[in-house]
T-cell receptor, first 113, second 117 residues
Framework: GQQLNQSPQSMFIQEGEDVSMNCTSS?????WLWYKQDPGEGPVLLIA?????ELTSNGRLTAQFGITRKDSFLNISASIPSDVGIYFC?????????????FGKGTHLIIQP | NAGVTQTPKFRILKIGQSMTLQCTQD?????MYWYRQDPGMGLKLIYY???????DKGEVPNGYNVSRSTTEDFPLRLELAAPSQTSVYFC????????????????FGAGTRLSVL
């Protein structure tokens, strides 16, 4: 199936630092979604992007839909302990139907106090 | 605000046993999905359904079966459990009608953690 290359795989940062992660693909997407998964829970939507070049914020989180429609990044500013978790990008392919999203492998964020 | 509810939360099976993972949603969503999540990997689609009575295979359907007799419920069945099916299973749903369809947003349950020993 299609693949999303998500990086980095893991991040060890200090509280208060900014975080940046990204996803790239060789395919064109019409939707990029960023989810967060807390330990023992299911993924929860953070930000949804629908237009090439779109930049959207949700509190300390900012995400952008790449101009080529093949990539997206997520930034977290001034990280806090509750930001710990796994962040997934997910995309809906152009022309794709009901058969689900394509997920990246996740970025595991660990914050040291 | 129940959303997507999965049961059980945890289960240990012996090789060759069978079980059904339950999933129900109260949002009247047409589309429902089953994913599995293995350590260090993303979510892989097992089966999906676009409405009651309609199901289709995803990327990794072997060893699983599904049914969709109602809009609300989408159970996943393992007939002969194998160690390779040790994983975390997530059910998700998404609107299938109206303006919300184009948003492509899936809503996830909390997962079922399954070990096959």
């Amino acid at each position: 199936g299609q693949q999303l290359n998500q990086s980095p795989q893991s991040m060890f940062i200090q509280e208060g630092e900014d975080v940046s992660m990204n996803c790239t693909s060789s395919s064109i997407f019409n939707t990029w979604l960023w989810y967060k998964q807390d330990p023992g829970e299911g993924p929860v939507l953070l930000i949804a992007l629908y237009k090439a070049g779109e930049l959207t914020s949700n509190g300390r989180l900012t995400a952008q839909f790449g101009i080529t429609r093949k990539d997206s990044f997520l930034n977290i500013s001034a990280s806090i302990p509750s930001d710990v978790g796994i962040y997934f990008c997910a995309g809906q392919l152009m022309g794709g139907g009901a058969d689900g999203l394509t997920f990246g492998k996740g970025t595991h964020l660990i914050i040291q106090p | 605000n129940a959303g997507v509810t999965q049961t059980p939360k945890f289960r240990i099976l012996k090789i060759g046993q069978s079980m059904t993972l339950q999933c129900t949603q109260d949002m009247n969503h047409n589309y429902m999905y089953w994913y599995r999540q293995d350590p260090g990997m993303g979510l892989k689609l097992i089966y999906y359904s676009v409405g009651a009575g309609i199901t289709d295979k995803g990327e990794v359907p072997n060893g699983y079966n599904v049914s969709r007799s109602t809009t609300e419920d989408f159970p996943l069945r393992l007939e002969l459990a194998a160690p390779s099916q040790t994983s975390v299973y997530f059910c998700a749903s998404r609107p299938g009608t109206g303006a919300a369809v184009a948003k492509n947003i899936q809503y996830f349950g909390a997962g079922t953690r399954l070990s096959v020993l």
